[in-house]
């Protein structure tokens, strides 16, 4: 079995937490996510041909505060915050930073194919109800 198969056996069961920021300006949340490992690509970085492992990302679980910005921002503008440069940077560094256990001698370069929310989490955010949160208490 080779090195690939088994980080793909390894993620399989395992979930990682990072905290990321949807922008620059915003604070950290902490999300849980579940890695797929799609294979390697050649690409250049800083001149050099460097060998990137690929992953889409399924997130699994984050901070109540980030499932209600999602929601209102996914409702206000029909697009998603899981495509922001800042986020996705951001959880690629987390992604990095784990890969870090595995070879502890080597730079890991890192390339997110997809981030997607689980069909459970995703339910979650699309049954807040958007009344409560412009109410106050």
Same mark, same amino acid.
């Given at each position: 079995m080779d090195n690939k198969d088994k980080l793909k056996r390894l !993620? *399989?069961?395992v979930s990682f937490d990072s905290e990321v920021r949807i922008n620059v300006h915003s604070g950290y949340f902490d999300i849980n996510y579940r890695l797929e490992f799609l294979g %390697? @690509?050649?690409?250049?970085? &800083?001149?050099?041909? &460097?060998? /990137?492992?690929? =992953?889409? &990302?399924?997130? !699994?679980?984050?901070? %109540? *505060? !980030? @499932? @209600?910005?999602? @929601?209102?921002f996914g409702d206000l503008t029909s697009t998603s915050l899981l495509t922001d440069y800042v986020f996705v940077s951001d959880v690629s560094a987390g992604v990095r930073n784990e890969?870090? /256990? =595995?070879?502890p001698s080597t730079m890991q370069y890192v390339q997110i194919n997809k981030i997607k929310l689980s069909p459970n989490l995703e339910k979650e955010i699309n049954d807040i109800d958007m009344s409560k949160l412009f109410t106050k208490n």
């Open positions: !993620l *399989k069961n %390697e @690509k050649d690409m250049i970085s &800083v001149g050099d041909w &460097v060998t /990137y492992n690929v =992953f889409d &990302v399924t997130i !699994l679980d984050m901070d %109540e *505060k !980030l @499932k @209600k910005i999602i @929601k209102i890969l870090q /256990y =595995f070879s």
